[in-house]
T-cell receptor
Framework: GAVVSQHPSWVICKSGTSVKIECRSL??????MFWYRQFPKQSLMLMAT?????????EQGVEKDKFLINHASLTLSTLTVTSAHPEDSSFYIC???????????FGQGTRLTVV | TQLLEQSPQFLSIQEGENLTVYCNSS?????LQWYRQEPGEGPVLLVT?????EVKKLKRLTFQFGDARKDSSLHITAAQPGDTGLYLC????????FGAGTRLTVKP
C-alpha cells in the first residue's frame, strides 16, 4: 500500500511556542491532504483540507491563523501550531488519498503536548 | 460536524460472540471506508465499499454498503481478544470525515 510519513511522532513544547508537523507522501503524489485532531477516547475530527498550490480549506471553528497549513509540493504538507497552549495538546494525524474518492492513507500521527 | 453516525460507541463482549457496528448518514457517499485504530497510531484501512448493496468479507469481518450508499455495517463473527480496538467508518465527497468510532473490547 501507499506510504504516508508523519514527523515528528511526538513533541513536547512550551506554551507560546510554535510547532511544525510534516506529512509526506513517500511513493505517490498528493494534491490533497487532510489534517485531523483526535482527543483521547474520541474519533478523528477533520481540521482542514490542504491543497497543493492553493490555500487550505478549514473546518468551521478551526482558526486558520493558529493552525497554519502549507502544501508547497505534491508530496509535502505541513501543519504549524502557532502560539501553542495546553489545550492544543492532542494527537494530530494527516492523511492523503492517492486518487479522488478512494481510501486515504494515514500518517503515524503526532502526539503534541504543550506544557 | 460529523456527517456519519456510528453506533454503538462502546461495546464489550465475550470471546466467541458476534457483533455488528453501524454507520449511518443522511448523505450519499461515493464510497465508505472502515478503519481500525490502535492507541497512539494512525488508522489502518480495513476495507472500502463502493457499490450500493455491496458485501465484502475479510476473514471473520463482513462489510456491507447500503443500497442507497448512505449507510454501512461491519459484522464480526466469533470475536477474538485480538479484535479489540477502535473501529471507525469514514466517507466524504471531496473530503474524508469520520464517525464517532466504536470502541470494541473482547474479553477472553
Amino acid at each position: 500500500g501507499a506510504v504516508v510519513s508523519q514527523h515528528p511522532s511526538w513533541v513536547i513544547c512550551k506554551s507560546g511556542t510554535s510547532v511544525k508537523i510534516e506529512c509526506r507522501s513517500l511513493d505517490f503524489q498528493a494534491t490533497t491532504m487532510f489534517w485531523y485532531r483526535q482527543f483521547p477516547k474520541q474519533s478523528l475530527m477533520l481540521m482542514a483540507t490542504s491543497n497543493e498550490g492553493s490555500k487550505a480549506t478549514y473546518e468551521q471553528g478551526v482558526e486558520k491563523d493558529k493552525f497554519l497549513i502549507n502544501h508547497a509540493s505534491l508530496t509535502l504538507s505541513t501543519l504549524t501550531v502557532t502560539s501553542a497552549h495546553p489545550e492544543d495538546s492532542s494527537f494530530y494525524i494527516c492523511s492523503a488519498p492517492k486518487q479522488e474518492d478512494t481510501e486515504a492513507f494515514f500518517g503515524q500521527g503526532t502526539r503534541l503536548t504543550v506544557v | 460536524t460529523q456527517l456519519l453516525e456510528q453506533s454503538p460507541q462502546f461495546l464489550s463482549i465475550q470471546e466467541g460472540e458476534n457483533l455488528t457496528v453501524y454507520c449511518n448518514s443522511s448523505s450519499v457517499f461515493s464510497s465508505l471506508q472502515w478503519y481500525r485504530q490502535e492507541p497512539g497510531e494512525g488508522p489502518v484501512l480495513l476495507v472500502t465499499v463502493v457499490t450500493g448493496g455491496e458485501v465484502k468479507k475479510l476473514k471473520r469481518l463482513t462489510f456491507q454498503f447500503g443500497d442507497a450508499r448512505k449507510d454501512s455495517s461491519l459484522h464480526i463473527t466469533a470475536a477474538q481478544p485480538g479484535d479489540t480496538g477502535l473501529y471507525l467508518c469514514a466517507g466524504g465527497n471531496n473530503d474524508m470525515r469520520f464517525g464517532a468510532g466504536t470502541r470494541l473490547t473482547v474479553k477472553p
